[in-house]
């Protein structure tokens, strides 16, 4: 394997970084260990492997190493976080703290340090150093987004093992830690915008209804500055009169005869929902699909667009009605 990156290298500590999109109004919340196990892959078990559990006390867990049979201690694996972080907020970034030292500076690392979540990637740590400190890696995405749900459950954790690289072959090694503690950076998550017409189907040159509906998915926080736009499909337009409701506040436009809708400054409470309605008229023959832009909002950012709904504007069919005469 590869030498580990250098760069980082103070003390003994991985911390692993998970950032998404930048966050308005970042919370943080920091939790150690709740419980801590080995997993038999690798060559030496940690004896104490509890101690990981809990706030730094210098109580360590601890693995012997040696080179060239048993370089590599068991993965240490860390859950029970009992994080409680709002659901439906975005989670910016993770960082997991490993407390600890090696009983000769620079010849053991943090090794295949990862999340517990299928399909993540690992990081390695730097060489740790011979006294308790803080080693940094990252940051890292572990190519996945994660949700508040994934961050608050009991199985949510990090594991890592302790491998010998640097040093002489039959010297063993002692690895230390102490603790594993995760901080979470997160914020309000971004509302949520659909779109519906009222019916599947209707006569060129009739009406029907469209309906968006906006949702706010974050269970503790209103969102403010609500807003999107709809530029409605050719050979739809906005019908005479227009039909305007709006429940979502702020200002809502729909000028009738116009091709477009939209609302600026809206407002929801936490998990809650608003719609606006529009009457449109279909002037022309054909399939009409319809997406908003991507909805936004002052404390949750930029979201996605809609739903792509889809109204069939048809012919009216002509009946004839043929009549006869009965004979006397």
Same mark, same amino acid.
């Given at each position: 394997?590869?030498?580990?990156?250098?760069?980082? &290298?103070?003390?003994?500590?991985?911390?692993?970084?998970?950032? *998404?999109?930048?966050?308005?109004?970042?919370?943080?919340?920091?939790?150690?260990?709740? #419980? &801590?196990? =080995?997993?038999?892959?690798?060559?030496?078990?940690?004896?104490?492997?509890?101690?990981?559990?809990?706030?730094? =006390?210098?109580?360590?867990?601890?693995?012997?190493?040696?080179?060239?049979?048993?370089?590599?201690?068991?993965?240490?694996? &860390? #859950?029970?976080?009992?994080?409680?972080?709002?659901?439906?907020?975005?989670?910016?970034?993770?960082?997991? @703290? +490993?407390?600890?030292?090696?009983?000769?500076?620079?010849?053991?690392?943090?090794?295949?340090?990862?999340?517990?979540?299928?399909?993540?990637?690992?990081?390695?740590?730097?060489?740790?150093?011979?006294?308790?400190?803080?080693?940094?890696?990252?940051?890292?995405?572990?190519?996945?987004?994660?949700?508040?749900?994934?961050?608050?459950?009991?199985?949510?954790?990090?594991?890592?093992?302790?491998?010998?690289?640097?040093?002489?072959?039959?010297?063993?090694?002692?690895?230390?830690?102490?603790?594993?503690?995760? $901080?979470?950076?997160?914020?309000?998550?971004?509302?949520?915008?659909?779109?519906?017409? *009222?019916?599947?189907?209707?006569?060129?040159?009739? $009406?029907?209804?469209?309906?968006? $509906?906006?949702? =706010?998915?974050?269970?503790?926080?209103?969102? #403010?500055? @609500?807003?999107?736009?709809?530029?409605?499909?050719?050979?739809?337009?906005?019908?005479?009169? =227009?039909?305007?409701?709006?429940?979502?506040?702020?200002?809502?436009?729909?000028?009738?005869?116009?091709?477009?809708?939209?609302?600026?400054?809206?407002?929801?409470?936490?998990?809650?929902? &608003?719609? +606006?309605?529009?009457?449109?008229?279909?002037?022309?023959?054909?399939?009409?699909?319809?997406?908003?832009?991507?909805?936004?909002?002052?404390?949750? *950012?930029?979201?996605?667009?809609?739903? #792509?709904?889809?109204?069939?504007?048809?012919?009216?069919?002509?009946?004839?009605?043929?009549?006869?005469?009965?004979?006397?």
């Amino acid at each position: 394997m590869g030498r580990p990156d250098l760069r980082f &290298c103070v003390g003994l500590i991985a911390v692993l970084a998970i950032f *998404g999109t930048g966050a308005s109004q970042a919370a943080t919340s920091s939790k150690f260990a709740g #419980t &801590c196990i =080995n997993v038999s892959l690798g060559n030496m078990s940690w004896d104490n492997i509890a101690q990981l559990q809990g706030s730094s =006390n210098d109580v360590p867990a601890t693995v012997e190493l040696s080179k060239p049979n048993f370089p590599l201690s068991f993965y240490a694996q &860390c #859950t029970g976080f009992g994080f409680a972080i709002p659901l439906g907020s975005r989670i910016d970034s993770l960082t997991v @703290v +490993i407390r600890g030292y090696a009983s000769v500076a620079n010849a053991v690392f943090a090794s295949s340090v990862s999340s517990l979540k299928p399909g993540t990637s690992f990081s390695n740590g730097g060489f740790w150093g011979s006294t308790y400190a803080n080693h940094f890696t990252g940051p890292s995405l572990f190519n996945t987004s994660w949700t508040a749900a994934e961050i608050n459950d009991s199985g949510f954790g990090f594991r890592f093992r302790a491998e010998y690289f640097n040093g002489p072959e039959g010297v063993p090694v002692t690895a230390v830690a102490d603790s594993m503690e995760v $901080t979470v950076e997160y914020s309000p998550g971004p509302p949520t915008i659909s779109t519906q017409f *009222g019916a599947s189907s209707i006569l060129v040159n009739t $009406t029907t209804t469209l309906g968006i $509906t906006i949702n =706010n998915p974050n269970a503790g926080t209103a969102l #403010t500055g @609500v807003a999107f736009s709809d530029t409605l499909p050719a050979g739809l337009v906005v019908a005479t009169p =227009n039909g305007l409701s709006n429940t979502c506040g702020g200002t809502a436009t729909a000028v009738a005869g116009g091709g477009s809708l939209g609302l600026t400054g809206g407002t929801l409470a936490a998990n809650g929902s &608003c719609a +606006i309605q529009i009457t449109v008229r279909g002037t022309t023959l054909g399939e009409k699909s319809n997406t908003t832009s991507t909805v936004t909002s002052t404390e949750g *950012g930029e979201g996605s667009t809609s739903n #792509t709904a889809i109204l069939a504007v048809v012919q009216q069919e002509l009946i004839f009605e043929h009549g006869f005469e009965q004979p006397d």
